[in-house]
């Protein structure tokens, strides 16, 4: 069973930084390939960020690229997405998303285990 709980969303204005958490509660905490998705009002999901919790290997959606970072701190458990120079574009729910890692790319996934999501509005 995995459990995921978010938090750290909020108002910012465009060029601020934000940072999210999620908090993973996973008896294979481990062994999981984690990621944030993100949506806007009208708007289909779209996966934001990946990383790989035993290597470390991150992948980006060219949309953030150079300005969001996902990483991983074992010791508690969470899962953060640094987001910095945000823009109007990056309003949306963000939700974080677990899958028991199997040896492809993160990236490649379609997750199973979701967050509540935390939204994230960003004002020019």
């Known amino acids: 069973q995995v459990q995921l709980a978010e938090s750290g969303g909020g108002s910012r204005q465009a060029g601020g930084s934000l940072t999210l958490s999620c908090a993973v509660s996973?008896?294979?905490?481990?062994?999981?390939?984690l990621a944030w998705f993100r949506q806007a009002p009208g708007k289909q999901r779209e996966k934001v960020a990946t990383?790989?919790?035993?290597?470390?290997?991150?992948t980006y959606a060219d949309a953030v690229q150079g300005r969001f970072a996902i990483y991983v701190v074992h010791a508690k458990n969470t899962v953060y997405l640094g987001m910095n120079s945000l823009r109007s574009e990056d309003t949306a729910m963000y939700y974080c998303?677990?899958?028991?890692?199997?040896?492809?790319?993160?990236?490649?996934?379609?997750?199973?285990?979701w967050g509540q999501g935390t939204q994230v509005t960003v004002s020019s």
């Open positions: 998303a677990a899958e028991k890692y199997t040896g492809r790319s993160c990236q490649d996934y379609n997750f199973s285990h």
């Open positions: 996973a008896y294979t905490w481990h062994n999981l390939c």
């Open positions: 990383i790989n919790f035993r290597g470390g290997v991150q």
